[in-house]
T-cell receptor, first 112, second 112 residues
Framework: GENVEQHPSTLSVQEGDSAVIKCTYS??????FPWYKQELGKGPQLIID?????GEKKDQRIAVTLNKTAKHFSLHITETQPEDSAVYFC???????????FGPGTSLSVIP | DGGITQSPKYLFRKEGQNVTLSCEQN?????MYWYRQDPGQGLRLIYY???????QKGDIAEGYSVSREKKESFPLTVTSAQKNPTAFYLC???????????FGEGSWLTVV
């Protein structure tokens, strides 16, 4: 079955710097890759996603890149702010509403 | 407002007792999911359902049971057979037209 790895497990950056989180997946049939942000005690919220026919997607300060050949995808957050501090999860799934497999998460701390 | 409602938010139970967590969605989604999250850990799939009256085991189904009698509802019962039930439980749903999973706010279960 699908396995998703995520690195680093923790990340601290200074406010204004960029943060990068990387994920790899094992199932070459996966074609949907969402990223979620989870604040303490709350459910994860979708922040951006990318499908396999796209190599990069941006939404303001957030961008995701996908390399299907290497089976890895990354989240880039620019101009980080303290409110970006949270746990971020990457995930992967096949077409349709097949089950989504999550990475173990990255705890991001943005230091003011 | 459209969304996923989990109840109760906090629940305490004695060891050996069964407990049922409620999950209701008004998003008209066909698929629903239950995840377990332990402190500092990722999301592990317990059960999922792609259609009414049908559900499949996830990666950690032992000690749990579900039902899907209505499209809007997917309750999870944590039975006395679950050896370590104290955790944060997340319900989620998705539509058939895409993979995006939307999460509820979660339920904290503490067994003493």
């Amino acid at each position: 079955g699908e396995n998703v790895e995520q690195h680093p497990s923790t990340l601290s950056v200074q406010e204004g710097d960029s943060a990068v989180i990387k994920c790899t997946y094992s199932d070459s049939a996966s074609n949907y890759f969402p990223w979620y942000k989870q604040e303490l005690g709350k459910g994860p919220q979708l922040i951006i996603d990318i499908r396999s026919n796209v190599g990069e997607k941006k939404d303001q300060r957030i961008a995701v890149t996908l390399n299907k050949t290497a089976k890895h995808f990354s989240l880039h957050i620019t101009e980080t702010q303290p409110e970006d501090s949270a746990v971020y999860f990457c995930a992967a799934s096949r077409r349709s509403y097949d089950k989504v497999i999550f990475g173990p998460g990255t705890s991001l701390s943005v230091i003011p | 407002d459209g969304g996923i409602t989990q109840s109760p938010k906090y629940l305490f139970r004695k060891e050996g007792q069964n407990v049922t967590l409620s999950c209701e969605q008004n998003l008209n989604h066909d698929a629903m999911y239950w995840y377990r999250q332990d402190p500092g850990q990722g999301l592990r799939l317990i059960y999922y359902s792609q259609i009414v009256n049908d559900f499949q085991k996830g990666d950690i189904a032992e000690g749990y049971s579900v039902s899907r009698e209505k499209k809007e509802s997917f309750p999870l019962t944590v039975t006395s057979a679950q050896k370590n039930p104290t955790a944060f439980y997340l319900c989620a749903s998705s539509s058939t037209s895409g993979n995006t999973i939307y999460f509820g706010e979660g339920s904290w279960l503490t067994v003493v």
